[in-house]
């Protein structure tokens, strides 16, 4: 082909971009694939089967509409649970919130647990593990402060567990989104990262869970050497399914959505906590993550087309490409999220792509991030450490 009747590096350069591009368009139609086994997935309820459930909910901050997420887990049609909140801080504003729970659901088993006891850096598995130190039952159900679900949710996400093997259960999740920043990630998560999600599930089944909804057996925890065994690392979420899979436990995927507040209000929080999230990615699953650059097939038909002059071959390859992108997006986000903002703003995966592609670029070599007002730095095992002021200064200078 002409376009490629060049020097031996422009070639190799054409070729190394058009097998991106086409790779990209081989991981997108598997998506949809993934997408549509996981829609058609036999979703068969036990009426008779549920253990009781110990819901452990780590507090810190006050998220909005807070009250509504609470109540929604004091809903359920399900016999016998109870919800443990957790809170480090006394003076937390969301305290004030969880006793106006406490006070107008009087008939369930709900308690507030304030303690500052420290087990490592990561405070929330500290805030959860304070938590699990008063729960009764031996099904625990790690859920963050800023997902509401519905009445079935309880009754749903434990039926994989009839199965004695199954030691933890993760679910998918529907952005809620205010602002167009929070738009912007949400197109992310619906579109590109749970795909991934979908992806990996029907290549090999999942090995890791997702942090919004984790239902972990105590064994299985206990397996692992509990909480202290995870809390220093940054992706704890990861490492709830991924130590307890190599334990010898079944990691599933549930069928149930549950809903998931984007809190993410600046752009500077959206790049604050994309590059945490690829900074889990990478040091969780190092392959998989520089495995990603064959997923961005908006980015190099993009510059396939730049390098070709703009030739007709590669219009086509970026046509192709795009399509197939778009497509993934829309199955994943709009026929299995039902996503309000995947079905309105599906055009803007561009861009989103285009943000995500930097960000992994950025996090091949970076290892510090802000989380919640701590500078921490990332070690090479996934541990996180806290840089000090002194520290953070000489970085600064």
């Known amino acids: 082909m002409e376009i490629f009747d060049f020097g031996s590096f422009n070639t190799y350069i054409y070729l190394l971009l058009l097998l991106l591009s086409l790779s990209a368009v081989w991981f997108y139609a598997y998506g949809i694939h993934a997408a549509i086994a996981f829609l058609n997935h036999p979703n068969f309820i036990d009426p008779d089967f549920h253990p009781a459930i110990t819901i452990l909910k780590p507090i810190c901050g006050l998220d909005d509409e807070a009250y509504e997420n609470f109540a929604s887990f004091c809903r359920q049609d399900y016999p016998q649970y109870e919800i443990i909140f957790s809170v480090r801080d006394a003076n937390d504003p969301g305290i004030a919130v969880v006793q106006q729970i406490i006070q107008d659901f009087p008939q369930l088993d709900l308690q507030l647990v304030i303690s500052e006891h420290t087990i490592g850096n990561n405070f929330k598995v500290c805030n959860l593990a304070n938590g699990e130190s008063k729960a009764k039952y031996s099904i625990l159900l790690l859920a963050d402060s800023d997902v509401r679900v519905g009445p079935d949710y309880l009754q749903q996400v434990i039926q994989p567990m009839h199965d004695p093997l199954v030691g933890v259960v993760t679910c998918l999740y529907r952005p809620l989104t205010q602002g ?23 290549l090999q089944k999942i090995e890791f869970a997702l942090g919004p909804t984790i239902a972990i057996r105590k064994t299985a925890l206990e397996a692992i050497g509990g909480f202290p065994a995870i809390a220093d690392y940054l992706a704890d979420d990861y490492q709830l399914g991924y130590q307890p899979a190599q334990a010898g436990y079944k990691v599933v995927l549930s069928d149930y959505v549950i809903d998931h507040a984007i809190a993410t209000t600046s752009f500077t929080d959206l790049i604050q906590r994309q590059t945490r999230w690829f900074l889990c990615t990478r040091v969780s699953r190092p392959w998989g993550y520089l495995g990603l650059i064959f997923t961005y097939g908006t980015i190099t038909s993009l510059l396939f087309l730049m390098t070709t002059g703009g030739s007709i ?3 086509g390859v970026l046509v192709i490409t795009w399509i197939m992108r778009l497509l993934m997006g829309w199955f994943v986000g709009v026929k299995i999220l039902n996503d309000a903002v995947a079905q309105k703003l599906l055009w803007l995966i561009p861009v989103r792509d ?5 960000l992994w670029c950025y996090c091949l070599v970076g290892n510090t991030f802000e989380w919640r007002g701590r500078l921490l730095k990332l070690t090479k095992e996934g541990k996180v450490k806290p840089i000090t002021a002194d ?3 000489v970085m600064s200078t």
Do not use: D
């Open 180 to 202: 167009w920043v929070a738009n912007l990630e949400a197109i992310g998560i619906s579109t590109e990262y749970l795909a991934g999600v979908l992806v990996a599930n029907k």
């Open 313 to 315: 071959f590669g219009w």
């Open 354 to 358: 285009l943000i995500s592609f930097f």
């Open 391 to 393: 520290a953070a200064r």
